[in-house]
């Protein structure tokens, strides 16, 4: 049981935006930023997002961040095959004064 | 450009403790003001966080896993290890090095990876 809970899975077709979530609490999410991570199958994750809603260099404007209360989302627009991965939050969390992630969400381009 | 690369056995027989390194190229590990972390991930599973080493000096475990876990540097072979001991089936897993971004100690902004290494505990 994961500490950031996110869907199990998520769908869209090519061209739409599709929106993940992961709800935390007050000791995580409401007080700490969030970080996105996509995984593609036999892969190593790669970080989409940090501090919320920053993309690291190279990532394409597509992929935003949001945070609100003790919740964050990354949306993802003009939704293309090559996004089908896996994908997860990740922040810290002050009662385990440690970081952790979320469950992980897979997205499937149908 | 930095890059991570995990190294170690692939078998471990259960109750032994598992030892992995992780090279660092293009870049000092003793340089800058960054965190170096071990994350697992078993088979069809999600992404757990294991621990991280700062500026070579201090190191930050997951408290589930901190009884069994050690993270030594070696900066002469621009290395950061690995130990994890009284193994079980339950740490079957793809172990990979990770490196943040900038520095911050309240967050998990992993930019740079490896490529993972698969660990089987079998007998």
């Known amino acids: 049981q994961s500490v950031l809970t996110q869907p199990p899975s998520a769908s869209g077709t090519p061209g739409q935006r599709v929106t993940i979530s992961c709800s935390g609490s007050s000791s995580n999410i409401g007080s700490n930023t969030v970080n996105w991570y996509q995984q593609l199958p036999g892969t190593a994750p790669k970080l989409l997002i940090y501090s919320n809603n920053q993309r690291p260099s190279g990532v394409p404007d597509r992929f935003s961040g949001s945070k609100s209360g003790t919740s964050a989302s990354l949306a993802i627009s003009g939704l293309q095959s090559e996004d089908e991965a896996d994908y997860y939050c990740?922040?810290?969390?002050?009662?385990?004064?440690?970081?952790?992630f979320g469950g992980g969400t897979k997205l499937t381009v149908l | 450009q930095v890059q991570l690369q995990e190294s170690g056995p692939g078998l471990v027989k259960p109750s032994e403790t598992l030892s992995l390194t992780c090279t660092v190229s293009?870049?000092?590990?003793?340089?800058?003001?960054?965190?170096w972390n071990w994350i697992r991930q078993p088979a069809g599973k999600g992404l757990e966080w294991i621990g991280r080493l700062y500026a070579s000096v201090s190191t930050d475990y997951n408290p589930s896993l901190k009884t069994r876990v050690t993270i030594s540097v070696d900066t002469s072979k621009n290395q950061f290890s690995l130990r994890l001991s009284s193994l079980t089936a339950a740490d079957t897993a793809v172990y990979y090095c990770a490196r943040d971004l900038r520095g911050y100690s309240y967050g998990l902004e992993l930019d740079h990876w490896g490529q993972g290494t698969l660990v089987t505990v079998s007998s």
């Open positions: 293009g870049g000092s590990i003793s340089s800058g003001s960054y965190y």
């Open positions: 990740a922040g810290w969390d002050d009662s385990l004064n440690g970081p952790v």
